[in-house]
């Protein structure tokens, strides 16, 4: 079936280094990839997403990238800092399912 | 205001009890989602619905069932709570599946 594999579970970094989490799909035809940020006690919140006919997106310090030939999406923070300390999950659209698949989250600690 | 909530914010319930979870909108989406949170199994998807109308079963839907009361609620509801229902349970809008989603702060729901 169609699923969205995340790594790593967890991430440790020093501030001001960069932080990458990978996700992998299993549907070729899968079109749009959202990152969502989930900060304690809140709900996730949209921070960025790609869509199939583009391989990088930036956004100040994220930015995300896709391989499609390999089926993976991965997002990366540059310069990090004590507030992208969070939970952070990658989702996948595929073709013929109405609502996005998530990963399994990634939490984030970067270490002041 | 937050464009969407959920109520109650935290419930603790007994097992066999019925309970409803509320969400309402204000952001004027047609589709409203229920995803349920476990740690290391990210947001598993348990009823959708794209209008008044137009119910459906997600990946995890058995012990649930929902209601589509207007275009701006969606009530999720647990017949006979079991402990293995304890989870962080999240109300989600959009305006389409390539389109990001909008989360509700959650419900932290325990059975005891």
């Known amino acids: 079936g169609e699923n969205v594999e995340q790594h790593p579970s967890t991430l440790s970094v020093q501030e001001g280094d960069s932080a990458v989490i990978k996700c992998t799909y299993s549907d070729s035809a899968s079109n749009y990839f959202p990152w969502y940020k989930q900060e304690l006690g809140k709900g996730p919140q949209l921070i960025i997403d790609?869509?199939?006919?583009?391989g990088e997106k930036k956004d100040q310090r994220i930015a995300v990238t896709l391989n499609k030939t390999a089926k993976h999406f991965s997002l990366h923070i540059t310069e990090t800092q004590p507030e992208d300390s969070a939970v952070y999950f990658c989702?996948?659209?595929?073709?013929?399912?109405?609502?996005?698949?998530f990963g399994s989250g990634t939490r984030l600690q970067v270490q002041p | 205001d937050a464009d969407v909530t959920q109520t109650p914010r935290n419930r603790i319930t007994k097992t066999g009890k019925r309970i409803m979870l509320e969400c309402s909108q204000t952001?004027?989406?047609?589709?409203m989602y229920w995803y349920r949170q476990d740690p290391g199994l990210g947001l598993r998807l348990i009823y959708y619905?794209?209008?008044?109308?137009?119910?459906n079963k997600g990946e995890i839907s058995d012990g649930y069932s929902v209601s589509r009361q207007a275009q701006a609620k969606f009530s999720l509801s647990l017949e006979s709570a079991i402990p293995n229902q304890t989870a962080l349970y999240f109300c989600?809008?959009?305006?389409?599946?390539?389109?990001?989603?909008?989360f509700g702060s959650g419900t932290r729901l325990t059975v005891v």
């Open positions: 989600a809008t959009s305006t389409g599946t390539r389109y990001g989603y909008t």
């Open positions: 790609i869509r199939s006919n583009v």
């Open positions: 619905s794209f209008d008044v109308k137009d119910i």
């Open positions: 952001k004027g989406h047609d589709r």
């Open positions: 989702a996948a659209s595929f073709p013929g399912r109405r609502a996005l698949t």
